[in-house]
Structures are given as C-alpha cells and as structure tokens.
C-alpha cells in the first residue's frame, strides 16, 4: 500500500456481504449500505476533485457472507460521484469480486479482502488510530498529525464491545457537543485537517 | 412562520420542477436534485433527532416549471431518513402540490409555493443572511448569532450573478480553506453554531 495521510475506517455490522443487493433498498435489504456510500463520498469528495491522500476501508458485517472489507485508494479512484446511488453500485460491485485469496480488484482503486475490523487494523500502523465517539476528547482540544492519522467509526449501531476492545488502547475523540451521523463526523474531521495542514 | 433559530437557503438551477423526476436517475434527469437532498438531511439530521430550531428553503429553478421553492419546518417535520432515495421522494412528493395560490402542502412541516431567491428572501429578515462562498471570511472569524442565522448556498454551478446582486450587503463567509460540497458546509456551519450554542 501507498502512503495515505488520512485514514478512516467504517463499520458496516449488517451491511450486505454480497453484490445482489438492490440500489434501490439501500437502507433496507442492504442493511444499511446508505450509510457506508455517504461515508465514502463525505471522506473523498471536495468541490471539484478527490482527496488523493485519503484512504477508506469499509468493513462490511452483514449476511450472506462476512466478514468482508473493502479498501477505495483515493490515490488511484478514477470516478466517484457525489450521489448515494452511484457510490453504492461501487460497493455492490466490489461485493462480487473473488476474495478468497488476498485482495480483487474491482476497479481502479477498489480492493475487496475477506477481513474484519480487527484484521484491517493489523494490517495498518496501528499507533495514530483514533476512535470517533461522541464521549472523546472534542477535536479541536487534541493534538492530531494532519498528514497521518487513522479513524475508526461505527455505523448507527456504533461499535460492538469486542471492536471496542480493540481499540482500548486508541484515543477518543469526538467532533463536537452533538451526536452526529458517521459521513458528518468525517466532514467535520477532514475539516479540521485541512485547517492543520494550512497552519502546518 | 414559527421561530428558527438556523435557516438554509439552497438554490437547484436545474432542479426539476415537476414532481414525475425519476428517484433513480437524481443526478441526471432530475437537474441535480440529489445535491439538493442531501442539502435537506445535513440540515435536519442528528445521530437520533431532527434539528427542530432548523428551516430549510429549497429554490428549485429547472423545467419545467420554475421557479418553485420548498419550505421544510424542522419543528414540523415527522419523518425524515438519512438517505438520499427516500429524502428525494419528499421532494418529488412536493412538487406535486398545487402552489398556484400561495402555498401548498404535501405532508407536515413541508410546504411548496411559486418563488425564486428574490421571493424567499423578501419574505424573511434579511439583515442576518449569510452567503456562504469559498472566498468569504473563515466561519471561526466571524460573530454569529447561533440563535439567529440564515445562510444561502449555490448547488454544483454556485450562485449566478443577478442572485449575487441580491445578496450584495451579505456577508460573505467560507467554512475552511478547501472549498466544499454544499451539504458538507451546511455541516460544517451547524458545529460551528453547536459549539457557539454551548458557549452562550
């Protein structure tokens, strides 16, 4: 893997696990694949172009068949679209991709393995991981590195207590005084980067 | 009108005016009016709850029959899912209210009427209307009133000239230095006055 600046990592725990899942029933049948498609857009999207430096693994937890993780390289994406419905049909085909052995590739960028949450984090430099919780630390009163920090989230159900463990040893941090939904956590975290990097 | 403490004002200049837009092609044949939802569930939506202090204008000035604009009352509204299908369907459903004699409803807290920004604007106060622009001053800043706020945002082509003539003694105000999506600003712009809110 490339170097990435800023990571982020979303829990899917009923999210779909194979690609026949209807796009039209996203938050439904799919078990709530909405939710991973607005974290995708809301952690690669600016105005006009993609963040390069950004790296997304969706962790999908669902039936038929978990676990699986999904990696999108911001490095390497050639089209992602604002709109739910296209983003959600990059899952769905990067469900369908052979994930016995290693990584498929589904496209340019998009990388399906057969891996939980705990898997992805050996995976990664496990020491700048953050938790988003809405009981951390606010953002704007910690010290993060704008070039290289990774973010674990939950989808609405947050994390189970066994991901939690995992992450026992992570900070908290949360984004502010409200609750607020994961893709909106990630814009208020890409946010305060982009603000660090200008000052850095 | 009840009190809202924050108000939005989001301009589609392509988004359909009639409600038999296609919920499956919102980028496309629908003039954008994905932006548009998305808009919709950054302003209202929390973890758990509808921001109930909150009012969104939609001004929708696509074919075929602009222009038309879509009040949403937050302290009204009884559903409203994260997703940007079901959130379009609200939209699509008021569209097709008769709005010929001042405004029509199609479901609580949300009503249609024939209007363009000029209207919206002349219809509220319009000595805190903020327009939200990449080159206006950084959101940390300026003093807001977070009890009293009204901000307009232009969708993917900004706001046209004669729609900036109208907010020529406006603030201008950008809510960091990379420019965003207008749904991301509009959660970015809701921190910056939860924060503000917990400070006064």
Redesign the interface.
């Known amino acids: 893997m490339q170097a990435a600046t800023r990571q982020f990592i979303i829990v899917g725990h009923r999210a779909a696990t194979s690609g026949d899942f209807p ?2 029933d ?2 439904g049948s799919a078990g709530r694949i ?2 991973l498609a ?1 974290c995708l857009t ?1 952690a690669f ?4 172009s993609i963040r390069r430096d950004t790296r997304v693994w969706l962790v999908l937890l669902g039936e038929p068949d978990p676990p699986k993780s999904v990696r999108f390289e911001g490095s390497q994406l050639k089209y992602l ?6 983003t959600g049909a990059l899952i769905k085909k990067a469900l369908k991709v052979d994930a016995h052995e290693g990584e498929g590739c589904s496209m340019r960028g998009i990388y399906t393995q057969r891996a939980n949450l705990r898997d992805i984090l050996q995976q990664i430099d496990a020491s700048d991981v953050v938790y988003l919780h ?1 009981e951390g630390v606010d953002v704007r009163e910690v010290t993060l590195d704008p070039h290289h920090a990774t973010f674990v989230l939950g989808d609405h159900l947050g994390l189970l207590d066994d991901e939690e463990d995992l992450l026992s040893h992570s900070k908290r941090i949360s ?7 994961a893709d ?1 956590c990630i ?2 975290v ?2 305060e980067l ?2 660090l ?2 000052r850095s």
């Open positions: 796009l039209n996203m938050p909405d939710i607005r809301a999207l600016t105005s006009f679209n604002p709109d739910e419905r296209s809405e984004v502010g005084p409200v609750k607020l939904h909106h814009t208020i890409h946010n982009d603000r990097c200008l």
